[in-house]
Every structure is written in structure tokens, then in C-alpha cells.
């Protein structure tokens, strides 16, 4: 059984920082890609950004780009979400995804659907 576990929300001022970390843990385990999604009340879950865990290329959506950073640690199976300059309208809660290497699912990686795993979500309040 595949668990992805997250930390490292909280609530903050804008213009601060966080990061989130989101570690693997099951036997067998191997991911492609790592992703980072958002959700508010009343919303779909918007993704933030992934990464293509082979080559270690990563993927932002364009409202958090030049902001936030998505990097790894391969012997943790770990991947981190650094969020600089922190504004109010970040605030959701974040959830971490990843796509089993033999997945099945849509190719499209910007979409929720694509992904087999996920986090159980951390809250982010950015205050102005």
C-alpha cells in the first residue's frame, strides 16, 4: 500500500515563506511524476506544479511561477514544495499526488485525474 505523507503548512503573512514536504512510503514503490495541487472550498483542485521524477524536470502553473519550487531528495523519496512570497489568494489546502510508473490513468499531467496517489492535504493561510 502506497501512503504519501505531507508537512509543513501553517498559517503565515504574505510575503512569507514555506515548504511542504511530501514523503513516499510503500514497498515497490516507483513514481514518474510528483505533483502539487490546490484546493479551496467550493473549487476543483487546482494544480500547482509537478515534477517528471526521471529527469528531475519540473512544470509550474503560471500563477505561482518564479514563486514556488518544487525540488527532491531521491533517497528520501521525498519531493518539497518551497513557496516564497506568499500571497492571500494561496491559501488552500495543498495536496501532494504521485503517478505510479505502470499507471493507466489520462496522460494529462496538469489534471488531478492523472494521478494514483495522494496526500491527505495541509493547510495553507496566507493573511495580508
Known amino acids: 500500500q502506497v501512503q504519501l505523507v505531507e508537512s509543513g503548512g501553517g498559517p503565515v503573512s504574505a510575503g512569507a515563506s514555506l515548504r511542504l514536504s511530501c514523503g513516499a512510503r510503500g514497498r515497490g514503490f516507483s513514481s514518474s511524476i510528483r505533483g502539487w495541487f490546490r484546493q479551496v472550498p467550493g473549487k476543483e483542485r487546482e494544480f500547482v506544479g509537478r515534477?517528471?521524477?526521471?529527469?528531475?524536470?519540473?512544470y509550474y502553473n503560471d500563477s505561482v511561477k518564479g514563486r514556488f519550487t518544487i525540488s527532491r531528495d531521491n533517497a528520501r523519496n521525498t519531493v518539497y514544495l518551497q513557496m516564497n512570497n506568499l500571497k492571500p489568494e494561496d491559501t488552500a489546502v495543498y495536496y501532494c499526488?504521485?503517478?505510479?510508473?505502470?499507471?493507466?490513468?489520462?496522460?494529462?499531467?496538469?489534471?488531478?485525474?492523472?494521478?494514483?496517489?495522494w496526500g491527505q492535504g495541509t493547510q495553507v493561510t496566507v493573511s495580508s
Open positions: 515534477m517528471n521524477w526521471n529527469s528531475g524536470s519540473t
Open positions: 499526488a504521485a503517478r505510479d510508473r505502470n499507471s493507466r490513468r489520462p496522460d494529462n499531467y496538469n489534471d488531478a485525474s492523472s494521478y494514483d496517489y
